[in-house]
């Protein structure tokens, strides 16, 4: 096959720095991609000096992401037809570091060499199989009869496991159709919650091991459960809400941070049970609830939402104590509602209602670049505490080992708090340490709730 060499489109600018300065900016000075069949094509820099990088592939969609430190430049990849690429996007990181992530159509592996100056990258896919099998060759084309598949277990089915970067799906609420709440003067809700989502992704970017991820970037309207959809195909950690709250007393002030309520995470446990057999979406981090009896799935549910309920408790009360370093507190505890976006059953989730627009002093203030970016610093910070906690070296587990132990517990004792119960005084009744019983229920603190079910571990 010819081999076809396209030329990417550069827009480079070397600016006013001397070329002599040691610590300026690397500059592509050239790059090509050789498409030499449907299962290779190389894509080569070419940089006025040496220049560190890092590699790596993404998936769901599939990516493959090129990180060069200290580097500029535009690049623009041309509308072409090729078998393993569609196209190409960049964006600075860092200030000063170039991110290229190259749109692949299917799952690639990489070889990578730097010479000199020039970076190359081959993306290999794998090739179709053509080998005939045994049984072809001596007999003539016939369907072969399916195989009855086996019964299914109630062992946990792994889906593909999250890796990488902790990361934070950021939603700036409203946007596009919906203005959200109106200001006196006019400011809208949609737009200054997005400049404050923004300026907290950066926050997030800038941070080695997190990585940030906008649930709308522009104005346009996300659908409400698109949103928790867009947080889940990302592989989200958290998710957080981004709100400016509005009151017809327009002398009301203060920040506030809202959980999911027990209602609502009943209603959406309700919902995903009902559907588990037709919904692409039921898999607990990774565990699938397909294929489960209801008891088991029913169970499944339990303990995952109660531990997202537990580290959402967490996440908001450490966002809520970095706010009252900036602000007013409308409310001083953590608020809980069936809000829709909070009901990811894997996925600790919080809504930050940063301050009220009705307000005219605090409508002046979130339209200042100063204060947007104090109150994303104390919602980044609140994330940051609860990261060092649960990122790698303390990564949140995933939830099917939280739920492959939860199967263990068929006939186990089961408790459901009642009022005036305390984590202690359930441990005393059954006879096992309060460490113990934290453990088996992976709590992440003492705090339970009335109507929790607690699994008793045994004594032995």
């Known amino acids: 096959m010819q081999i076809t060499q396209i030329m990417l489109l550069l827009g480079l600018a070397l600016g006013a720095v001397p070329s002599y300065a040691k610590d300026r900016n690397a500059t592509i000075k050239k790059a090509t991609i050789t498409q030499k069949n449907d299962q290779q094509a190389v894509i080569n820099f070419t940089f ?6 890092k590699i790596f592939t993404l998936k769901s969609p599939n990516r493959v992401v090129i990180d060069l430190e200290k580097t500029t430049g535009n690049v623009k990849l041309p509308t072409i037809k090729s078998a393993i690429f569609s196209k190409l996007r960049h964006a600075t990181r860092n200030t000063s570091d170039l991110r290229i992530v190259l749109d692949v159509k299917k799952a690639v592996t990489l070889k990578t060499s730097m010479k000199g100056k020039q970076l190359s990258v081959a993306l ?7 080998k005939p099998s045994a049984k072809s060759s001596t007999k003539p084309a016939h369907k072969a009869k399916p195989k009855k598949a086996p019964k299914s277990s109630p062992t946990i089915v792994p889906t593909r496991p999250r890796r990488g970067d902790f990361v934070v799906a950021i939603d700036a609420g409203h946007g596009g159709k919906d203005p959200g709440a109106l200001g006196a003067r006019g400011s809208r809700e949609k737009d200054i919650v997005l400049q404050i989502a923004k300026r907290l992704k950066a926050r997030v970017d800038r941070t080695r091991g997190m990585r940030g991820v906008l649930i709308r970037d522009a104005d ?12 889940r195909k990302n592989h989200a950690d958290l998710f957080v809400s981004i709100h400016a709250d509005a009151n017809p007393n327009r002398h009301l002030t203060g920040s506030s941070v809202y959980i999911l309520s027990q209602n609502g995470a009943s209603s959406e446990a309700a919902r995903w049970l009902a559907s588990k057999e037709n919904n692409y979406e039921n898999k607990l981090g990774n565990t699938s609830l397909h294929g489960k009896d209801n008891t088991l799935a029913t169970m499944l549910m339990d303990l995952s939402q109660a531990a997202t309920i537990d580290n959402s408790l967490t996440l908001a009360k450490n966002t809520l104590r970095e706010l009252g370093t900036v602000t007013r507190l409308l409310h001083r505890k953590v608020e809980s509602a069936a809000f829709v976006v909070l009901k ?21 203030r979130l339209n200042t670049a100063q204060y947007q970016n104090k ?3 104390a919602v980044f910070n609140g994330i940051k505490r609860f990261q060092v906690v649960h990122a790698p070296g303390g990564k949140l587990k995933h939830y099917a080992q939280r739920a492959q132990r939860g199967a263990s517990r068929n006939k186990a004792t089961r408790h459901v708090v009642k009022s005036g119960e305390s984590l202690s005084v359930i441990a005393q009744r059954y006879g096992v340490s309060e460490n113990k019983l934290s453990r088996h229920n992976r709590l992440t603190s003492t705090h339970i709730r009335i109507g929790q079910k607690l699994y008793i571990p045994t004594s032995s």
């Open 124 to 130: 290999l896919t794998a090739k179709p199989s053509t």
């Open 220 to 231: 346009y309207y996300v659908p409400l459960r698109k949103r928790m959809e867009i947080a």
């Open 344 to 364: 990811s059953p894997d996925i600790p989730s919080m809504l930050v209602e940063t301050a009220f627009i009705s307000n005219p002093a605090e409508e002046r």
């Open 48 to 53: 006025d000096k040496p220049v560190k990088y």
């Open 375 to 377: 109150l994303a610093s």
